[in-house]
């Protein structure tokens, strides 16, 4: 006889203790995920990477570091290393809820622990959610920009990423 796994509901994660030391919980598919806290270098990458997206994107709308989000309904709580949202979304989150759908950009900035798979499934889910791009932030500084209609591209550090889909000219992002 077999048994089928529970799935965790957004209701009962949110009733799950703060982890402490920095780190924080996710839910992944109905599953708990625990995310350690960054290290400094991964921590200045996402900022980096923020200041020039929001610099860049400050008429399209709001950006920043580690902002929560689910993707689907139930059963997914997600925390975009750095995200892309735009104003009139943002200006619409409910303040006892978290963004609904994925952002407009997720960026996600690889740690020694991910792995592409699991890069592949997150940028997977955020589609679903309606992201447009997946950013991948290799720890060489590669990024590979992955979009809504299929295509993938990497550049190395300091070679312009186009933003069209945007409306705006290309952003570089240094090593």
């Known amino acids: ?3 089928l796994a529970t799935l965790m509901t957004v209701e009962e994660y949110r009733r799950l203790p703060n982890p402490g030391n920095g780190a924080h919980y996710e839910l992944h598919h109905g599953e708990v995920v625990l995310v350690s806290a960054p290290k400094q270098r991964h921590v200045d990458k996402q900022v980096r990477i923020a ?5 860049a994107l400050r008429s399209f709308g709001f950006c920043w570091t580690e902002v929560p989000f689910r993707p689907a309904p139930e059963h997914e709580v997600w925390v975009a290393d750095v995200a892309v949202v ?4 943002w200006r619409s989150i409910d303040p006892d809820d978290n963004l609904g759908g994925a952002p407009e950009i997720v960026v996600e900035v690889m740690s020694p622990s991910n792995t592409w798979t699991e890069m592949e499934d997150k940028a997977e889910t955020c589609f679903a959610g309606g992201a447009l791009q997946f950013w991948t932030v290799r720890t060489d500084g590669e990024i590979t920009v992955r979009s809504r209609d299929g295509v993938n591209r990497t550049f190395s550090p300091g070679v312009p990423i186009p933003m069209d889909a ?3 000219g290309p952003v570089t992002v240094p090593a």
């Not at 735009?86 to 979304?89: I, T």
Request: glycine share 14%.
């Open 1 to 3: 006889m077999s048994t």
């Open 51 to 55: 200041q020039i997206l929001g610099e």
């Open 86 to 89: 735009s104003w009139e979304r």
């Open 166 to 168: 945007f409306g705006i």
